[in-house]
Structures are given as C-alpha cells and as structure tokens.
C-alpha cells in the first residue's frame, strides 16, 4: 500500500511538474542575445505557434508554449530560455494581471509578412533594417518602386522605408558627390527608372511612390522609417503638385515662393517646417538637428535619448514599441538623426527624446486605419555612417538597445490589436 502511494505521488509530482512554457527572458543580464530573441519569436509565430508578449515584465519577456523544436532552435541560435511549469506561468501572469503592476501580456498571433523598400543592388549594410533583420532570422522581401506602383503593398503587413529620398534631390548629395562615379550611376538609373514607369522627372516619380504608401497606410498597414526616409516622405506629402527642385536635379528651376505652397496637412508626423533651398546644403529642411549636433551641442559621449513610460494596460502599443533592457538608448547621427520637437504634430506620440537639445528620437502615430513609427539616424552601432564606411559587426552588439526599438516595430502588426488610450 506504501509502495503504491509513494508511486503514486510521484506521477502526480511529475504530472503538475512538467513543463509547458519557454520563457525568453528580455532583461539586461537574462538575456545573451536580445536581437536572436525576436527571431526566434517571429519562427514561432511562423510555424503557428502562439506567443504571449510580457510588457514590461522582465524587459519585455517572451512567452512561448513548450516543444522540442522550439528548445532546439533556441540552442543553435544561442538565445537564452528558461523553461516553466504550469504553476511557475499562471504565477508570472498573476503577477502581470495585478492591477498594482505596470505590465501586460499581449498575444501575438501570427507573424507578419514583411516588405522592406529599397532599391535593388544596395549592400545590406546600407541600412540597419535590412542588417538586424538578416541577423535576427527574420525573412523579408525586397521591393522597390515597381511593385510600389503596381499595388503589391497590401501583400505586406509591415513596411519598411530605406533612408530613400521621396523628394527627387537623389539625397542632397550633390554638393559633395556629384562627381562620384556611384552618384551619377544612381542618379541615371533612377532617371531611367521614372521613364520607363511613364514619369517625366525623378521627382514625380517618388512623389507617387509617396502616395502609394500613403495609401498603403491609411488602408491599414504599418510603415517604419529611419534617417533620410522619414522627413522626405512628409516634404514629398506636402509639396504635391509643386516644383520644389532645383535644376540640377530635374532640368528646370524650382516654382518661385514654393515655400509658401506646402501643405502641412498633407504630412503624417511635421509641420511649420522650412525647405533647405540651397542644393549645395546635405539637409532636406529644419526638421533635422543634425548641424545642431555638428556644432558640437552634442558629442558621442553625452549623446543618449530616453524611452518614454507607457501604461501597458492602458496603452499597450507605445508600450510595445518601447520595450527594452534599458530606458537610456545611445543615440546616433544620419542625414535625418532626429527632429525638432516644435516641428512635430501634436496628435504625435514622441515615445524617445534627447531633452538636452529639445529633439525627438523616436516617434509614432496613426493615418487612417494604419500606423507609422519614425526612427531618426541611420545605425544603432555606428555613431556617425558615412559612405563607404565598413559594415556594422551585429555579432558585437547581440543586445544592442537601439536595435531592439527596430524589432520590437517588426513584431508589433502580429499583436492582438487593442485601442490606444494616450
């Protein structure tokens, strides 16, 4: 009779002991390698598994259902795990659910098809998403004008913007590179490429790219940009029907006060902004405080901006998209490297700000039945990127935060939507 209760406690030990769940833990020291997290999140949801975000809990923990393949997966990636039992679970979500915690768990559901626009031939260094994506396991498929204009963009849930330039001003590089064999290349493809989809000039051309993508949002999808693709999108918005370039650029000169003929309520994220008229001048308009950082205002070691702190239960999508290890990000430079805070919308939630020099980092908002976050600079790791500089290593910088901000936009269209609050 002992020998059978002693047995059959054992089976009952067994039974509630077993393991159910694999957490991902996000915080600083829990995790080897933060970036190799989201992928594995994002293979998860691949293979239909459900996910459960932990806002907040942990540094914004992961929670998947237990399996073999998932540990396994883990392992060749060199993800950190822990895995739980029942018991340990509903204590986690206990915790979460207590009205004194500012937490959430989310459900993600299924992962998002991803589309990153960029044109064809550019190394994947040349821009951050491409590289932390690639990294991260994370799949997605190149677009660029061509398929913007023959409506592919409802194939995607997640857009990203390369740092293109939506005005036609191939960058503002002219003034130091318009002798580069790479500058005229580019600047005759593009040419070519606005021809043979019937535009006149470069400028047109992008300028109804812009509205495609503004459609694309206002339809429902979600766009991430960085650096240069963020204000020239809005300046591209707002200069419709105007001549806003210079003869270098497309052939004929600019509409004479065209400063005088921007639609600011045409834009998603800026307004009372003024053009940068000068060709010879690597800035788009006063949006930026890039030469506020060139006149030493800011140096790569007091350069940091500060995540701001959401209700997750009351507003789980700012608090998606600022979870982190750590509230204090290391900033760093672009053609766009942030925006000046009186430049911005008030409708505009400014989810990461440098306060020193009253500039946003990292803001979000909604058109329509979409969203769009604008990320400025132009790589997490590499304080001021320049032409031809050598590629990021992310192998160095496996829990960069900075980085983190880009995949937590990547993950956030597989969420469970709730309505914001704020």
């Given amino acids: 009779m002992v ?3 002693i ?3 054992i089976v009952l030990f067994s039974v509630v002991a077993k393991p159910s769940s694999i957490l991902l833990p996000m915080e600083a020291e829990g995790q080897q390698n933060h970036l190799k997290a989201y ?3 994002y293979w998860a949801l691949a293979k239909s598994y459900k996910v459960n975000w932990l806002l907040n809990y942990r540094g914004g923990s992961f929670l998947l259902p237990d399996s073999d393949e ?5 392992q060749i990636r060199g993800v950190t795990f822990e895995i739980l039992s029942d018991a340990n679970v509903s204590s986690i979500l206990e915790e979460i659910n207590s009205p004194s915690q500012n937490m959430e768990a989310v459900l993600l559901e299924k992962a998002p098809k991803i589309a990153v626009y960029t044109p064809k031939g550019k190394q994947p260094w040349d821009d951050a998403v491409t590289m932390v994506l690639t990294y991260a396991e994370i799949p997605y498929t190149e677009i660029y004008d061509e398929e913007v204009l023959s409506d592919q963009l409802v194939l995607y849930e997640w857009l990203h913007l390369h740092h293109e330039d939506f005005t036609g001003q191939y960058g503002k590089f002219f003034g130091a590179y318009r002798n580069a064999p790479w500058y005229i290349e580019q600047k005759k493809e593009a040419e070519l490429l606005a021809q043979k989809l019937g535009y006149a000039k470069v400028s047109d051309e992008k300028r109804a790219v812009a509205l495609k993508i503004r459609d694309y949002v206002i339809g429902g999808g979600f766009m991430f940009a960085m650096c240069s693709a963020t204000d020239s999108f809005d300046i591209a918005l707002s200069a419709e029907g105007t001549d806003i ?3 270098m650029f497309d052939g004929d000169a ?3 006060n065209y400063q005088l003929k921007i639609d600011y309520t045409a834009t998603f994220a800026f307004k009372d902004y003024i053009l940068e008229r000068n060709p010879m001048t690597y800035e788009f308009s006063d949006i930026d405080t890039t030469l506020e950082h060139g006149k030493g205002a800011m140096t790569m070691e007091n350069d940091y901006f500060t995540l701001m702190e959401y209700s997750a239960k009351w507003d789980p999508i700012p608090t998606m998209l600022c979870q982190n290890h750590t509230q204090l990000v290391k900033g760093f430079m672009g053609q766009t490297t942030a925006f000046d805070a009186q430049k911005i919308k008030s409708n505009i939630l400014v989810m990461g700000e440098c ?3 009253g500039e946003a980092r990292y803001i979000h908002g909604t058109k329509g039945k979409g969203m769009f976050t604008y990320y400025g600079g ?3 790791e590499d304080y001021q990127h320049r032409v031809g500089d050598a590629p990021t290593v992310l192998d160095l910088h496996p829990n960069s935060p900075g980085y983190r901000l880009i995949l937590n936009n990547v993950l956030f269209p597989a969420a469970k939507k709730k309505k914001l609050k704020t």
């Fill in 39 to 41: 992928g594995i999140t």
């Fill in 245 to 247: 370039c210079e003869p």
């Fill in 7 to 9: 047995f059959f406690l």
């Fill in 254 to 256: 600019s509409e004479a």
């Fill in 355 to 357: 306060k020193i020099n």
């Fill in 70 to 74: 998932i540990r396994k997966e883990c």
């Fill in 3 to 5: 020998r059978k209760l």
């Fill in 378 to 380: 132009h790589d997490p």
